[in-house]
């Protein structure tokens, strides 16, 4: 359908369209200035349905509406034409974080932290105004180039009066929806830090903490599985992030941050972590690339590197330098960075387990479970010669069997009476040699179970459908 103009708002072209409205750009001659209305069809519908999308579509322009805060989407107006309701809001000329995560783009740590932090920001602001926004989530969120982050559509939002959603109703994204969401429970921003921490774990990790092949698969994971820690993908990635991530995923909402604020203040904490190690690690180490803010750090440590040379050369004209220059090796020793811990393997966040417990993950085995083909880090192996001829007496490296799963609907995978993971999505197990008892768990059918010998050669497929 063709529009040129809805209420006062001249129609200048279209920025997308959804299952519920098309998104238009469009002129606001009152002040001249560029707008975004978002629109939502009527036509077709009952006079009862008409009413409900009409209610839900107007709580989003009074929800936000009362909202003026730099990291929420700006309302400027709502109204209707026949068979169009529509609101007319900022236009943000910038890209949702989800349009950035399908584009394989990798953002560092301190960047997850920033972008976190003030979503945090806006989440605090809304519920000090008692507003829940309850759909959290990346096509929610845009991001500019100059750093601004901004939380746009409000439209399942939840205010104290004349509010249209009710209890009882599961409005939001499976994907990041709370438990208390998904059980139809009230709502409050604990639920919003919720889907928060989803939003911090695809950030890192570039796939989200919950999936599965369809809707109660996913519903399940949210509900009673705990996804890995993100580090367990990135050994880059610092074990803070591990802590922050499973606090806000937390099922018990009394588990969680309490509120936005205590969330923004730990992401920045996080980030101005990283960012001294960034800078110590440009500091002792010369040959160290930085790139953005760091330039000034590289800058300083090509000039120290300079300085170096002169002072070399200097040292040929005189023995008292010597001293100077034991000194100078004292400093480098003594501020040199330690070398780093081997990785940890994969692991999973387990919201019963106590925060602290997850600041220093214990050694273990390598993982046995790969949801998606995680990268995981592998153990670090001491530097060996190049051999001109074959060893045949070398000792082959330590290899593991692939055991494959292709379960229906869904069940909860145990080894050796340990749970490893809910298959979909876990498709393959990696265990060392060994005999193991899996059994395959469905609440409503009974187990499934298998004997299996695993050698360094095995690939073994187990397909099983619960009926």
């Known amino acids: 359908m063709s529009i040129a103009q809805l209420g006062r708002f001249k129609i200048t072209g279209i920025l997308g369209k959804g299952a519920m409205g098309t998104v238009y750009r469009a002129h606001d001659p009152l002040i001249d200035r560029t707008v975004a209305i978002k629109t939502i069809g009527c036509a077709g519908l009952s006079p009862e349905e008409t009413k409900a999308f009409e209610e839900r579509f107007y709580c989003e322009a009074k929800s936000a509406g009362r909202l003026s805060h730099p990291n929420i989407v700006t309302i400027h107006d709502a109204g209707r034409t026949e068979d169009l309701a529509y609101i007319a809001m900022e236009f943000l000329n910038g890209r949702t974080l989800q349009e950035i995560l399908e584009a394989g783009v990798a953002l560092p740590p301190e960047r997850c932290a920033e972008i976190a932090a003030r979503i945090a920001d806006g989440l605090a602001f809304a519920h000090a105004n008692d507003v829940i926004h309850r759909d959290i989530k990346p096509a929610n969120i845009m991001v500019f180039d100059d750093g601004r982050v901004k939380i746009a559509d409000f439209g399942v939002a939840s205010i104290p009066a004349g509010a249209q959603t009710v209890d009882g109703m599961a409005f939001g994204s499976p994907k990041y929806m709370s438990p208390e969401q998904i059980n139809g429970l009230r709502a409050d921003g604990r639920s919003d830090i919720f889907s928060l921490g989803g939003v911090l774990y695809e950030m890192l990790t570039g796939r989200p903490a919950f999936s599965g092949d369809n809707l109660n698969a996913i519903l399940y994971q949210v509900l009673n599985s705990a996804p890995p820690l993100p580090s367990s993908f990135n050994a880059q990635i610092p074990h803070g992030f591990d802590r922050i991530v499973a606090r806000a995923l937390a099922k018990d909402p009394d588990k969680r941050y309490q509120n936005a604020t205590q969330m923004a203040k730990a992401l920045r904490r996080e980030r101005h972590v990283v960012r001294s190690a960034q800078k110590d690690r440009v500091v002792n180490d010369p040959s160290a690339t930085s790139t953005g803010k760091d330039v000034g750090l590289a800058t300083s440590a090509s000039k120290t590197r300079a300085e170096a040379g002169g002072f070399s050369r200097f040292l040929r004209f005189g023995l008292p330098t010597l001293v100077v220059a034991g ?29 602290a417990d997850i600041a220093a993950p214990p050694a273990v085995s390598p993982p046995l479970q790969t949801t998606e083909a995680p990268v995981t880090a592998t153990p670090e192996v001491p530097a060996q010669p190049v051999a001109t001829t074959t060893n045949e007496d070398a000792a082959p490296p330590p290899a593991s069997g692939t055991v494959r799963l292709a379960i229906a609907p869904w069940g909860e995978i145990h080894v050796n009476g340990k749970m490893r993971g809910v298959s979909p999505p876990l498709n393959e197990l990696r265990l060392p040699p060994g005999k193991y008892k899996i059994e395959i768990r469905n609440s409503s059918f009974t187990p499934y179970r298998r004997q299996v010998d695993i050698t360094a050669s095995t690939t073994l497929r187990i397909k099983h459908k619960f009926e």
């Open 327 to 355: 000194i100078a090796v004292g400093s480098v020793l003594y501020f040199s960075d330690e070398p780093a811990p081997a990785a940890t393997p994969s692991q999973s966040i387990d919201s019963a387990q106590p925060v």
